[in-house]
Each structure stands twice: as structure tokens, then as C-alpha cells.
């Protein structure tokens, strides 16, 4: 059964500060990962998607990573702002005939300090 | 701009009453997927759709939980009776499955969510 960790739960940092989220997973056949950002009280809000044949993906600030091969995923944050405060999680897909549902991390909660 | 959109955004009932949350898919999605978080938890899955046939809800109570689509832009999902237990939030998600393969080739995207507290 495919389990997702992120590590760490929370995390602190003053504005303008690079960093790294970090994403593993133990079954390594995945089919794709994708990482999102859940602000409170609201939903799920797709940022980026790594298909397994792909080693990263860039989105502006954002750069995800994929390592298939040692189950881990980063997501890169550069130049972090107040507004980019959230809940990150990362969630991966397996491989297997007829996989549909994704597994999801618990998240790590980025507060962004003036 | 498409999204999903869920209702209602809150609700809170007594123990016992029934509950139905709805969700209108992005147009042109074929995969649904309803979503339960809670602090300890985090996400858990508990039904799945493609092309309107349930083909999963393990994730669910079976005695009091039940999820339909009556057509392809809704989708319920409704608690009867319920517990203080269910108070959660629901999400529901829909993606787009490849033609050639049972499974969602790309993005999931979600709705807002419904927060449910059953007192």
C-alpha cells in the first residue's frame, strides 16, 4: 500500500527566503505526483503535476522534482512572500492497471514572516 | 473560468438528520472522486466515479453513506443518519481519464469543500 510523507509538518520562514518542501513516497511505481496548496477553509488548488516519465516541472516561483527511483519529490520555492503562506501537499498516483485515486501526504504548513 | 463547485459550503445539523452535499463536476470531466478530511486523518477517499458508474466506494460507511450521479454534472453524496463522527470537511474532485487507460491521466481539481459539524 502506497504511503506519502511530508517532512516537515510546519515550517517557518522570514520573506524572501529560498526553500524546500520535501515529499517521499514507498512504492516507487507511481504514474504521476502532483503538489497542491490548500489555504484555510478552503480547497485543493492544483500547482503543479510531474508525470513519471518527467524529472521536474516549473511554474513561475515553483519548481517540483521527481526521483522516482528513491520515492522523493521536492517542491522550490524561491523568493517566498507572506501571500504564498499555506498548507503544501503532495500526493502521488500509482501505476498499477486500473489506479485511479491519488494518495495524499499529511502537508507541510508554510508561514511566510514579514 | 471552470471549477467545481460544491454545496452547501457549511452546514451544521443535529445527530440523526440527514445530509446530502452536491457538487457540479468541471464540464467535460468524466472522473469523480468525493474527498474526507479531518486533522487526524488528512484526506481519505471515499467514492470514486468515471462516466457516472460508482467504481469505488470502499471509502465509505456503507450503512449511512451513499454518493450518486444523476447526471453528468451533479454528483451527491448524502449521510443518513448522522453522527458526530462525520463532521468533517467533504471535498469533490473531477479530472479527465484517459480514453485508452482506466485510470486519470492528469490533474484532479477540486471544489471549496462542504464543512459539515454534526452536533
Not at chain 1, 505526483?33 to 478552503?42: E, N, T
Not at chain 1, 522516482?68 to 498499477?96: E, F, N, W
Given at each position: ?114 | ?39 487526524m486523518q488528512g484526506l481519505e477517499l471515499l467514492a470514486y466515479f468515471r462516466n457516472r458508474a460508482p467504481l469505488d466506494d470502499s471509502g465509505m ?59
Open positions: 500500500k502506497q504511503e506519502v510523507t511530508q517532512i516537515p509538518a510546519a515550517l517557518s520562514v522570514p520573506e524572501g527566503e529560498n526553500l524546500v518542501l520535501n515529499c517521499s513516497f514507498t512504492d516507487s511505481a507511481i504514474y504521476n505526483l502532483q503538489w497542491f496548496r490548500q489555504d484555510p477553509g478552503k480547497g485543493l488548488t492544483s500547482l503543479l503535476l510531474i508525470q513519471s516519465s518527467q524529472r521536474e516541472q516549473t511554474s513561475g516561483r515553483l519548481n517540483a522534482s521527481l526521483d522516482k527511483s528513491s520515492g522523493r519529490s521536492t517542491l522550490y520555492i524561491a523568493a517566498s512572500q507572506p501571500g504564498d503562506s499555506a498548507t503544501y501537499l503532495c500526493a502521488v498516483k500509482d501505476s498499477g492497471a486500473g489506479s485511479y485515486q491519488l494518495t495524499f501526504g499529511k502537508g507541510t504548513k508554510l508561514s511566510v514572516i514579514p | 473560468d471552470a471549477r467545481v463547485t460544491q454545496t452547501p459550503r457549511d452546514k451544521v445539523t443535529e445527530m440523526g438528520q440527514e445530509v446530502t452535499m452536491r457538487c457540479q463536476p468541471i464540464l467535460g470531466h468524466n472522473t469523480v472522486f468525493w474527498y474526507r478530511q479531518t486533522m460507511p456503507k450503512d449511512r453513506f451513499s454518493a450518486e450521479m444523476p447526471d453528468a454534472t451533479l454528483a451527491t453524496l448524502k449521510i443518513q443518519p448522522s453522527e458526530p463522527r462525520d463532521s468533517a470537511v467533504y471535498f469533490c474532485a473531477s479530472g479527465l481519464a484517459e480514453k485508452t487507460r482506466d485510470s486519470n491521466t492528469g490533474e484532479l481539481f477540486f471544489g471549496e469543500g462542504s464543512r459539515l459539524t454534526v452536533l
